[in-house]
Structures are given as structure tokens and as C-alpha cells.
């Protein structure tokens, strides 16, 4: 699991049956502090976040064949939680 930012929505004319219907991110990697660390990729949305939502994207092979009832599907990272804060202790 990685804590990220969502940044962007990603637009395409044509995608991959197993994208039909999904909304796909460009999310970025933050640490707890909120501060970027700069790496970016796509996710798909499974939870209805937005851009500037905090976000939690993961993504073990197969889940997504499972949240979305699908065969073989080329989807690697899932937003799965949207954040409402973090506290750190220590």
C-alpha cells in the first residue's frame, strides 16, 4: 500500500475493455507529512476520489480481477481508500 495524491484524470479516446467504464488517475507518492516524493503513475479509481484527494493505491496481482469481477485484466495499481487524516505519533 502506498499513500498518494491524486494529480490529474486521465482522458482517452480508446482504452482497454478492462478500463470501460473506470476512471483512471494520475496519482503521486506523498509521505505521511504530506510532502511529494516526485514518482507518479496511473491508478484506477475504486472508491470515487478526485483530484487533490489523499489516497491509498495498491495493488497485489489479482486484486483488481477481484474488486471488479474481471478476467485477465492489465490493471496494476488501485485507489482503494480515500484519506480524511493522518496522525503520526512520535
Given at each position: 500500500m502506498v499513500l498518494a495524491?491524486?494529480?490529474l484524470r486521465v482522458m482517452a479516446t480508446e482504452k482497454h475493455p478492462a478500463y470501460a467504464?473506470?476512471?483512471l488517475y494520475i496519482v503521486r507518492a506523498v509521505r505521511p507529512d504530506?510532502?511529494?516524493?516526485?514518482?507518479?503513475?496511473i491508478a484506477v479509481d475504486?472508491?470515487?476520489s478526485g483530484?487533490?484527494?489523499t489516497v491509498v493505491c495498491?495493488?497485489?496481482p489479482g486484486v483488481a480481477q477481484e474488486?471488479?469481477?474481471?478476467?485477465?485484466a492489465p490493471i496494476r495499481t488501485l485507489i482503494v481508500a480515500i484519506v480524511d487524516?493522518?496522525?503520526c505519533k512520535g
Amino acid at each position: 500500500m502506498v499513500l498518494a495524491r491524486v494529480v490529474l484524470r486521465v482522458m482517452a479516446t480508446e482504452k482497454h475493455p478492462a478500463y470501460a467504464g473506470r476512471t483512471l488517475y494520475i496519482v503521486r507518492a506523498v509521505r505521511p507529512d504530506g510532502t511529494e516524493t516526485g514518482e507518479e503513475w496511473i491508478a484506477v479509481d475504486a472508491v470515487g476520489s478526485g483530484p487533490g484527494d489523499t489516497v491509498v493505491c495498491g495493488g497485489a496481482p489479482g486484486v483488481a480481477q477481484e474488486v471488479f469481477g474481471l478476467g485477465r485484466a492489465p490493471i496494476r495499481t488501485l485507489i482503494v481508500a480515500i484519506v480524511d487524516r493522518i496522525e503520526c505519533k512520535g
